[in-house]
DNA sequence: TATGAGCGT
């Protein structure tokens, strides 16, 4: 095992012979504005050679600041340096082009005055049920007067279809007769007679419907499907997931069709644990009816 | 981190 203390690096007994490197020069050439840099050092076969490099100094402009800290004196370490950077300290680089995002953004602001003050004042949406400035789907009197105003509808309907089909089904003569009218979705059919309700055995609960959080992220529709099908029958699953990315945001909906099941589930699942985490279930408050 | 999406005006 060689020592290394008593035995310094050849790179070490370079620098400590007389080999002296000597300076760097700088010279500036006013006539043809260019700099000369000579610098000395040793390469790979541990010659001495001399490194000369030429700069084109151009003419620019900068900020008063920067021109009046050029002609500072130097001090502290670098008070004997030449004049200008020294380049054993300093590396003169490529400009760097810098964009300030406030400038963008001053941009936009100028652009976004105009459309705003366009549509100031304009009326964008009106209600079809009670003509105010909202949506129809948003109307506060969406449930009082929006059945009151189909079934009125119907009865138009109804009248005009008489002289066709007598005898077909009030309902489903008007959802048939009319290929390019309005969609009516199918629980709405059938006018006011509710045949639907008879078919069906009652009106299924849209309450019924759970929330549940703290999923892991690779949870899925179908572990769902099995984790809460035990409780009852299950009509839909909704599994919250990034529009982009597909990536699961840990919480789901699971709509159950009787809503005791759904009861139930929550006090079944509540605190359970599941892939190392602590499902959260609770009662799904219906999306869109914020304020 | 956390209450969904679709239709239309």
Not at 32 to 44: A, C, Q, S, V
Not at 113 to 140: A, F, Y
Not at 193 to 211: C, L
Request: glycine share 8%; charged share 30%.
């Amino acid at each position: 095992m060689p020592d290394i203390d008593a035995n310094p690096s050849w790179a070490d007994q370079v620098e400590d012979g007389d080999d002296v490197l000597p300076p760097p020069t700088e010279d500036f050439h006013a006539s043809t504005g260019t700099k000369i840099l000579t610098e000395y050092k040793f390469n790979d076969d541990d010659k001495k050679v001399k490194v000369v490099r030429t700069f084109k100094i151009e003419k620019r402009k900068v900020s008063k600041s920067i021109a009046t800290r050029k002609a500072w004196k130097k001090f502290g370490a670098a008070e004997k340096d030449a004049p200008g950077p020294n380049p054993s300290n300093t590396i003169i680089s490529e400009d760097v082009i810098i964009q300030f995002v406030h400038s963008k953004d001053s941009q936009l602001n100028d652009n976004d005055e105009d459309p705003l003050n366009k549509i100031k004042g304009q009326k964008m949406v009106s209600c079809r049920i009670c003509k105010g400035d909202h949506w129809t789907t948003k109307c506060p009197y969406k449930d009082s007067l929006a059945p009151l105003q189909e079934s009125l509808d119907e009865k138009k309907k109804d009248g005009d279809a008489v002289d066709a089909a007598p005898g077909a089904p009030p309902g489903g003569a008007a959802a048939a007769k009319a290929p390019g009218g309005k969609y009516v979705p199918p629980n709405l059919r059938d006018g006011g007679n509710r045949r639907g309700e008879s078919m069906m055995g009652g009106r299924k609960d849209e309450s019924a419907t759970i929330r549940v959080t703290n999923l892991s992220e690779d949870t899925r529709e179908a572990d769902l499907q099995e984790l809460f099908k035990p409780f009852g029958n299950i009509s839909r699953i909704y599994l919250a997931k990034d529009k982009v990315t597909g990536q699961s945001k840990g919480f789901a909906f699971i709509n159950f069709h009787r809503r005791e099941d759904a009861a139930r589930a929550i006090q079944g699942i509540s605190g359970f644990g599941y892939d190392h985490l602590i499902l959260n279930v609770e009662w799904a408050k219906p999306s869109g009816t914020n304020p």
